[in-house]
């Protein structure tokens, strides 16, 4: 086995979780236009949530569906390649877009995930309850041991 792979080669990576209030499924080039207009239309909402405070993400000018669609691609290429696990967040009864979900290895001493999370502006409410869960999703489903995850 490599040792320096992000999850083991065993590992059965999660493709969804469902809640009453959201679920999550891998993000990829399906929901370029969906993604899209969810994150442009909330970047000061995304900027002040926790977890993105090197103010590099989302881009205040926005960027094309091209651009974006290229993100999506990699982020589905990380996944299948099991280098990170990006999940858009989906409204269970009407399948919008509301937010995503990343888990990436993490640069930081002590932790062996980086994961960080945004909801719309207009989902705001929803912040908390999707940390929460999937807090709880990667304690009870997920190989690690000490997650960065910045609290709500």
Known sequence: MNTSAFVPADFDVPHSLVTPRFRLEPLGPQHNLADHAAWTGSIEHIRATPGYPDGNWP?????????????????????TQRRGFTYTVLDPDSGDVIGCVYIYPCPKDGHDADVSSWVTAGRAELDVPLYEAVSAWLAADWPFTSPAYDAR
Do not use: I, K, W
């Open 59 to 79: 881009p205040l000018g926005g960027m094309s569906l091209e651009a974006n669609l290229a993100d999506l691609r990699r982020h589905a290429d990380d996944f």
